[in-house]
């Protein structure tokens, strides 16, 4: 019987694109390399901060990579925020399963999810939040979703995870945990949806809130 629901952040609760891709241009701006390539930026939607920055500027050897994350620990992420885009039926969604699941975030954002929460109002739905600073090693391995069952001690088959790239499906495959792909018709999951309140029809919690 499922008792918790873990999300992703980034392409799941907010389209961060824009704000993922203002912030990694101007870092290479910085540095005077050109913008990222369609590639590039499909990349650091799914990697954590750190292996971003390694991965875009792994083509300038010239680059000093330490002044590179020295200058990024330097900047507020904050100015970002404002691009990032909350899914509609996000408040919805969690109005609706708060009172009758867990709810928790697996995400390989660092030290900007929990800013990122507070400035919408969300701060309060999630009892556990995993980002890629609480784990030894970021999503596509198990790590956060091992730490995120620990703490509720629960098993796989109570959990569901919705996610939108190729690393949370690995991720949740690591676990055995179903996982519903959000927006993404060809990733490899259990369940496809195109919105959060789509999730509610859904077998697993249909069968919980019978």
Do not use: W
Request: hydrophobic letters at 40%; glycine letters at 2%; aromatic letters at 10%.
């Amino acid at each position: 019987m499922l008792k918790l629901i873990v999300l992703d952040c980034d392409g799941v609760m907010f389209d961060s694109r824009d704000a993922n891709s203002m912030y990694y241009n101007d870092l290479l701006a910085r540095f005077d390399c050109p913008p990222m390539s369609d590639e590039d930026e499909a990349m650091v939607f799914m990697l954590n901060v750190t292996d971003s920055v390694e991965h875009i500027f792994r083509n300038y050897p010239a680059v000093d990579i330490a002044a590179v994350h020295e200058y990024r620990n330097s900047r507020n992420y904050g100015d970002y925020l404002p691009y990032m885009k909350m899914e509609a039926d996000l408040v919805e969604f969690l109005d609706y399963c708060s009172p009758r699941f867990k709810l928790a975030i697996s995400t390989n954002r660092t030290n900007t999810m929990h800013p990122l929460l507070e400035a919408h109002n969300l701060t309060s739905y999630f009892q556990l939040v995993v980002t890629a600073l609480d784990v030894e090693r970021p999503k596509p391995a198990p790590d956060a979703l091992e730490k995120i069952l620990s703490f509720f001690n629960l098993t796989p088959d109570e959990t569901i995870f919705i996610g939108d790239s190729i690393v949370d499906s690995q991720h949740a495959r690591s676990m055995n945990v179903p996982i519903i792909g959000f927006k993404s018709e060809d990733l490899p999951a259990d369940y496809h949806v195109k919105s959060f309140m789509e999730i509610l029809d859904l077998p697993p919690l249909l069968e919980a809130v019978k």
